[in-house]
Every structure is written in C-alpha cells, then in structure tokens.
C-alpha cells in the first residue's frame, strides 16, 4: 500500500471513530429525551430532538461514504473514478479521502441531481 493511500486509510478509520461516538453520544441522548418530549409545537425539546435527529442522518451517510472508501482501498481500487475509472486526483483524495468520484463526474453528478431536483 501506497504511504499516501496509509495516511488516507488512517485517516479515515480516525474520522470513522469520531462519527461513531458521536453517533452513540446521540442516540443516547436521543433515547433519554424520547419520554421529555411534549409533542406541543414549540417545544424546545422537541426541536432539540429534531436537530439532533438530522444530525444523526447527516454522521450515518457520512460513515457510510468512510465506509465505502475504506473497503476501496481493502480491494485495490482507492482513488479510482467509481463513474469513469479514471485517477481521482491526489489533491482531492487529500482533503477529501472519501471520495469516490473524480472532480468532473462528481460535477456532473451534482449538475444532474440539481436538475432532478428542479424538475419535481
């Protein structure tokens, strides 16, 4: 293994970690206000709840997208296009060691989920 996809790996098993103890930190939190909430609008808890609740989305699509990268590097394929197959550029891998895509198809992927967006 190549020391750059290393340091990738290692630093996505770090990030990995963070997320599932902030995920656990959340559900634990999540399971404790579950009785508190008051289902009046307006409830502060409620909101809290909400926020925290998206949050939880957010960290699991996120160890998801960790998760995916570290079985591409298991099986030989990191920083390569998953769309055109072509080199993810080492600059991108660097700040962002998930991805999955190239610079162009991960434009053309946002162009066309922006599209399908618009057309609903």
């Given at each position: 293994m190549e020391a750059s996809t290393e340091r990738e790996r290692l630093?996505?098993?770090?990030?990995?970690?963070?997320?599932l103890e902030e995920l656990e930190h959340l559900q634990q939190i999540l399971r404790e206000s579950e009785v508190k909430v008051d289902l009046e609008e307006g409830d502060p808890d409620l909101h809290e709840r909400e926020k925290n609740m998206s949050l939880v989305q957010t960290l699991e699509a996120r160890l998801q997208s960790i998760e995916r990268a570290?079985?591409?590097?298991?099986?030989?394929?990191?920083?390569?296009?998953?769309?055109?197959?072509?080199?993810?550029?080492?600059?991108?891998?660097?700040a962002k060691p998930d991805a999955t895509l190239c610079l162009a198809c991960q434009r053309e992927a946002e162009r066309l989920a922006r599209r399908g967006l618009q057309k609903e």
């Open positions: 630093a996505l098993e770090r990030e990995r970690q963070e997320i570290l079985r591409a590097i298991e099986l030989g394929v990191y920083g390569i296009c998953e769309r055109c197959g072509q080199r993810i550029d080492p600059e991108r891998l660097e």
